[in-house]
């Protein structure tokens, strides 16, 4: 079976089109989108109904910080993301906002764990940001694998029972083959708005009979998410980290 | 899992046991055969009980993850991966031939032998790291010479793919290598750097050389980090009758900071088969050990406080090419040529730092006239031609060890670039072009059939075209007489 996953898909509808296409044209199985649908980003309605459709063709949807805080609040948040969720809450009915806010925090399917942030606490959103919090979050579950998101950075960490977790940043396009005798811990990259430096919008697929994974990156009309985030009077830094991958 | 059940006769995928050709710590090796495929194969199959630390087999694993990835002469090709799952297994091509251990043992060796090794070795190093991978044991033991000529690097268990994870990076902070052969970076831990096995090939030649290890066989860490402090003694003082250039090689490929050693294998290899073109300093002649040297300076304490950048090997690579220039003195218009080329390759090197320069130009032989040596005024022309490379070369302005001047009689001018640029590993050929002529396009010219054929970047340079009719006649000059490259 082939499983596509998109991470952090924050709103960007044009990214998100990328992706699914290249999805669609490299061929896969089935979908886990692994949360954080709005947020951010210009285009919520959309890309929360287009979710909202692939979940009743049989993807799998969890839920991520920012769809969680439409009902939680912004807290924790940043300036910028708590603007841009303010302004969220005006563009979606309420039917779209319970969908967000209800969906499961976490799915197990086999050996593989799915999860917005991490193992150990999924709803108090903790983030992975190194081999450490990426062994934490490996040891406290039993799944070999876990797929998740949140930083937006893409990141591979593995480890045996009896060695500390070490750490590879996926390259583009080349495939990652997972040894049956390691668990690992897979940071999908973002769709929507990616941090590692690479504006191309990113998303994962795993293979699991060949037992890879590979990280694909693909380029999308970053001007026209940008003019869509400025028309809506978003935060201007929303726009211009899309350029920088920052 | 099963691999403690093996026994001959056993079916495995297609693939019938035969015998137990080798038993190691971490792995059985035995001959198989399959129906309907003749070539000889190994399977290499792993010992793992249930409950065992699978980082006991993690060189298996690196293995299975890597060989079957690799291509080309010079690793054992990779005929089948068993799932890790039911049975893990690599089955492997069988190289009949004996490793390099056996005349490692017999050595001193001439000098000959070592460079005719040496350079095949560096050959197949240079190959690999094109490949993305860093093999991090490079010793006679894994060393094998085909029968057809090319040598063979086996056992990637400490290897490290460039593309991929290292699983044995968390372990990073132990040396993970052969003693007696690893670099001094890989003592302190460090698996990045593909200059690691330029050092473990120059400990091999080193010993093929003098019958002896230059650091010994140290088994505790403090034994290994000797390297990092002391010079290993010149192989000039154990048989004085090395040459000097050889030991220039050897020493070079040892230099504790991998800035100094040769940058690739390709480099090495080009030493080593053009050993006139060494240039030698003052280690090529000394007899005595230096003894306690500060060999690390400045390198040592900031390798061993700040992780070392991971810079990747591919990047290496391109930071350190060998460019070749094919150039043409035979008539005047040629060498006006030859002013646009060394422009061409000035900006060239300016942006790679660690280039090296091979200076080519042929000198074409007709197989009917053999009295051509010498010129209507009776000098030699291969002298002349070596003087107006190397004058060509003067403004360029480069160190001695960045470049080297070669003068080859050929039939085929063609043809000769090609097969130099190949056997020595070129990545970039820079040559000039003259223009378009109907006579030109029919005759084929020497620059377009490089263009086509060379498995290397070419860089074609022109001059601007000053008419058709000289062109044509020029062309008939070049294509029918004299030495001419194009």
């Known amino acids: 079976m082939r499983i596509a996953f ?12 990328v992706c699914l296409q290249d999805a669609q044209a490299r061929g896969h199985d089935h979908k886990v989108v692994l949360g954080d649908i709005i947020g951010y980003g210009p285009d919520p309605l959309w890309c929360t109904q287009t979710v909202m459709a692939l979940q009743q063709e049989g993807a799998l949807v969890l839920r991520g910080n920012h769809d969680a805080a439409l009902k939680e609040g912004t807290d924790q948040m940043n300036e910028a993301a708590r603007s841009a969720l303010d302004w969220t809450h005006h563009q979606l009915s309420d039917t779209e906002k319970n969908y967000l806010t209800s969906l499961p925090l976490q799915h197990r399917d086999e050996e593989r764990l799915y999860v917005h942030a991490n193992a150990w606490a999924p709803a108090l959103w903790d983030y992975i940001n190194g081999p450490r919090e990426a062994e934490r979050s490996m040891r406290l579950t039993d799944a070999r694998l876990t797929f998740c998101g949140h930083t937006h950075v893409p990141k591979l960490y593995f480890m045996t029972s009896q060695r500390p ?5 996926p390259l583009a396009g080349k495939p990652v083959p997972l040894s049956p005798l390691r668990h690992y811990l897979i940071v999908v990259g973002s769709v929507g708005q990616p941090r590692d430096a690479v504006s191309a919008a990113a998303w994962g697929l795993y293979d699991t009979v060949k037992r890879d994974y590979v990280q694909y990156r693909v380029t999308y009309d970053i001007e026209t998410t940008a003019k869509k985030i400025r028309a809506a009077h978003l935060p201007e830094r929303l ?8 | 899992m099963e691999s403690h059940r093996l026994v001959a006769g056993r079916v495995i995928d297609g693939f019938t046991l035969e015998e137990l050709v080798h038993t190691g710590g971490m792995a059985a090796l035995w001959r198989v055969t399959k129906a309907g495929d003749t070539r000889p194969m190994l399977m290499k199959v792993p010992f793992l009980g249930e409950g065992d630390d699978p980082s006991a087999i993690v060189g298996f694993e690196i293995e299975h993850m890597i060989l079957p990835r690799l291509t080309g002469p010079h690793v054992p090709a990779c005929l089948a991966v068993g799932d890790f799952a039911v049975l893990p297994y690599l089955v492997m091509e069988h190289l009949s031939a004996p490793s390099l251990d056996a005349r490692a043992r017999l050595a001193p060796i001439a000098p000959e032998d070592v460079i005719w090794l040496g ?7 240079q190959d690999i790291h094109r490949q993305h991978v860093i093999h991090f044991d490079v010793k006679p033991a894994n060393i094998i010479i085909r029968e057809e000529g090319p040598a063979v ?11 991929l994870p290292d699983l044995l990076a968390e372990e990073s902070d132990l040396p993970i290598g052969t003693s007696a052969y690893m670099a ?5 831990g460090n698996r990045t750097d593909p200059r690691s096995d330029i050092f473990s090939l120059g400990a091999v030649l ?4 003098t019958g002896q290890l230059p650091f010994g ?11 990092l402090y002391h010079e290993p003694k010149p192989p000039r003082a154990l048989l004085e009758w090395v040459p000097p250039w050889l030991q220039e090689i050897i020493l070079k490929c040892l230099a504790v900071d991998p800035d100094y050693r040769y940058q690739t294998a390709g480099q090495l290899a080009h030493a080593l088969r053009h050993p006139d073109q060494v240039v030698l300093t003052e280690r090529a002649e000394r007899i005595k050990s230096p003894g306690f040297v500060k060999r690390v300076k400045s390198w040592w304490q900031s390798h061993n406080q700040v992780p070392t950048p991971s810079v990747r090997i591919m990047d290496r690579l391109d930071r350190a090419p060998i460019v070749m220039t094919a150039l043409d003195f035979s008539d005047e218009q040629a060498e006006a040529m030859t002013v646009a080329v060394r422009k061409m390759v000035a900006r060239l090197l300016a942006t790679d730092q660690q280039a090296r320069l091979v200076c080519l130009t042929i000198l074409k032989t007709s197989l009917v006239k053999l009295d051509e040596a010498l010129d209507q005024g009776g000098r030699n022309i291969y002298l002349k031609r070596l003087v107006a490379l190397k004058e060509w070369a003067r403004d360029l302005d480069l160190s001695e060890e960045m470049v080297s001047f070669h003068v080859i009689e050929a039939v085929d001018p063609a043809q000769a670039i090609l097969d130099y640029a190949k056997f020595n590993q070129v990545d970039h050929i820079v040559m000039g072009a003259r223009g378009h002529s109907t006579l030109r396009r029919y005759l084929g010219s020497v620059s377009s059939r490089i263009v086509s054929e060379a498995s290397c970047s070419v860089t074609v340079v022109r001059l601007p075209q000053s008419g058709e009719t000289r062109e044509a006649e020029n062309d008939h000059h070049v294509d029918f007489s004299g030495d001419a490259t194009d």
């Open chain 1, 6 to 17: 998109f991470a952090d898909i924050h709103a960007n509808q044009e990214a998100f089109e």
């Open chain 1, 165 to 169: 977790a070490a750490e590879f940043t």
């Open chain 1, 239 to 246: 726009a211009k980290r899309l350029f920088v991958g920052g």
């Open chain 2, 119 to 125: 350079a095949k070795i560096a050959t197949a190093l």
């Open chain 2, 153 to 163: 690097l086996i056992d990637y268990g400490l290897a490290r793919h460039d593309e």
């Open chain 2, 184 to 188: 001094p970076e890989q003592v302190l």
């Open chain 2, 206 to 209: 080193y010993e093929l050389t």
């Open chain 2, 217 to 227: 066989n140290p088994t505790s860490r403090a034994g290994m980090r000797q390297r």
